[in-house]
């Protein structure tokens, strides 16, 4: 047994706790990357992986291109939807009402807003799946999908 789990203070052996931390973990990463419009110096690596990366990466290389940064940073609300610990790699889900509204994109050499169409969803669902690689969760998949919540 490991010290955390003998420890009076330790959380329950509740499965959701890792993998939600997992996730909030990698956007605390992604919004510093969007911050700067780079993955140099976060931990964005270490948190995500395979999809999930690939896809803040590329998200963050079109900021730079672009000369844009985020400022302010999104608000979470997820919700771990299942937890399989019995597979080969354990895998869990969860649901987040991703609202980005105080997340704005300016230009980096101005600092001016860039404008963004008035019909986009700012609080939208996001899915996302979680694995345990190498004794630890990380973000395989995060999907934000075309409905509010």
Do not use: F, H
């Not at 490991?2 to 890792?18: K, L, V």
């Not at 939807?81 to 869990?92: E, H």
């Not at 973000?139 to 075309?146: Q, R, S, Y």
């Amino acid at each position: 047994m490991s010290e955390a789990s003998t420890s009076p203070a330790a959380p329950s052996a509740d499965p959701d706790e890792p993998v939600e931390a997992a996730y909030r973990k990698y956007w605390e990463e992604k919004v510093k990357a969007y911050a700067k419009a780079s993955v140099q110096g976060t931990d964005l690596k270490k948190y995500a992986v395979a999809e999930a990366l690939t896809t803040a990466e590329a998200e963050v290389q079109a900021l730079e291109e672009k000369g844009v940064v985020a400022t302010g940073s999104p608000v979470l609300a997820p919700k771990v939807t299942s937890v399989d610990t019995n597979r080969k790699v354990p895998r869990g889900t969860l649901s987040d009402c991703t609202d980005v509204s105080d997340w704005t994109l300016v230009q980096q050499s101005s600092g001016a807003d860039v404008t963004l169409p008035s019909d986009r969803l700012t609080k939208y669902v996001t899915e996302a799946v979680a694995e345990k690689w190498y004794g630890r969760w990380v973000i395989v998949k995060v999907t934000p999908e075309d409905r509010p919540c």
